[in-house]
């Protein structure tokens, strides 16, 4: 019986008591803190800091703070069993590492999302400005600006003003009388030229008859 009793109690003792081969009962300060089911996370504890080590750290804490440094404990003692070198400074290395990581993701991410703004806006910049401009067309049809004409000289706008109301028609002849005709009951261009008699035949003394048109 007494056998079974210590067989029992061994299997329900704390990871601390179990390590030292000791009779763990409820007056038992390392119990609630390394319980049975964590005696493999105990002895990985152990390795580093040692039983008494361990004691020492878990009596210096404050009541509140007890839990928290078991669990601390324990976290270096699974954290030294992976990474024998680094412990738990890799484990923190790797988590700065992986945060320095997405900072720079996440700001690759925001320098892209602000070119996909600026390009959205200067697409819609575009597209308005190609519907005012077909608009503009639209409304405008085919009402082009009258072509600018050169400044024409004083004078030959001063000539052009005399023959605002017709043309006149001068003769070289002493006898002939200024008339006023009509431009479209003529040809463009008319010059005539007439000959009658010679110097002895004339009586009159006017040898030449020559007409002339002239017109702007």
């Not at 009779?23 to 002895?43: G, I, N, V, W």
């Not at 699974?78 to 890799?90: E, I, S, T």
């Not at 000539?159 to 006149?168: D, L, P």
Request: a negative charge; glycine letters at 6%; hydrophobic letters at 30%.
């Amino acid at each position: 019986m007494e056998n079974r009793d210590q067989v029992a109690a061994q299997n329900y003792a704390c990871a601390s008591c179990k390590h030292q081969r000791r009779k763990c009962d409820e007056t038992c300060e390392m119990a609630p803190y390394f319980p049975a089911s964590r005696y493999s996370e105990f002895q990985n504890a152990q390795k580093i800091f040692g039983v008494s080590n361990i004691q020492k750290i878990m009596a210096m804490a404050a009541p509140d703070q007890r839990q928290a440094a078991a669990e601390s404990i324990l976290t270096e003692g699974n954290a030294r069993k992976n990474d024998p070198v680094h412990g738990c400074l890799g484990i923190i290395r790797g988590l700065n590492a992986q945060i320095q990581g997405l900072e720079r993701e996440l700001h690759i991410m925001k320098q892209h999302l602000e070119l996909c703004k600026e390009k959205e806006e200067l697409d819609g910049k575009k597209n308005q400005s190609k519907e005012e401009d077909l608009q503009h067309d639209q409304s405008d049809g085919l009402n082009f600006p009258s072509p600018i004409l050169p400044d024409l000289p004083s004078h030959v706008t001063a000539e052009m003003r005399k023959y605002e109301q017709g043309y006149n028609y001068w003769s070289i002849l002493e006898d002939a009388e200024e008339e006023v005709f009509d431009i479209r009951l003529i040809e463009p261009v008319l010059f005539e030229s007439n000959l009658k008699g010679n110097a002895s035949s004339s009586g009159s003394g006017k040898s030449r008859l020559c007409k002339t048109l002239y017109f702007v």
